[in-house]
């Protein structure tokens, strides 16, 4: 599964970015999809996934009620809505792609998307 991210920008704080992910490759609906990030000087972490029934889970509590994430079989993308960014959100996200949304805790899902910026200045 080849993973493409696009919607890094700049953006100020209280504003919104929605980056998107297309997934080229067999039996996308199968699999569980979602975004890590990582800040300058911290590890990557595991932000939100939505597995292949679409129930999605948040493993960062900061971005609760601020981000979502919604996926399309039909076009094979999924969408990361981020909306009141704060300077904290400010990281390179990774589309991901694994078989279960337990790969968002183990930090280790078997596909990986290049990165993508998103800066958050006040």
């Known amino acids: 599964l080849r993973l493409v991210e696009i919607g890094g920008d700049s953006v100020q704080p209280g504003g919104s970015l929605r980056l998107s992910c297309a997934a080229s490759?067999?039996?996308?609906?199968?699999?569980?999809l979602g975004w890590f990030r990582q800040a300058p000087g911290k590890e990557r972490e595991g932000v939100i996934c939505?597995?292949?029934?679409?129930?999605?889970?948040i493993y960062v509590d900061s971005v609760k009620g601020r981000f979502t994430i919604s996926r399309d079989n039909g076009r094979n993308t999924v969408l990361l809505q981020m909306d009141s960014l704060q300077p904290e959100d400010t990281a390179v996200y990774y589309c991901a792609a694994d078989s279960s949304c337990t790969a968002w805790r183990t930090g280790v899902p078997e596909y990986w998307g290049q990165g993508t910026q998103v800066t958050v200045f006040s």
């Open positions: 490759g067999p039996s996308f609906e199968y699999y569980a």
């Open positions: 939505v597995d292949s029934r679409g129930t999605s889970t």
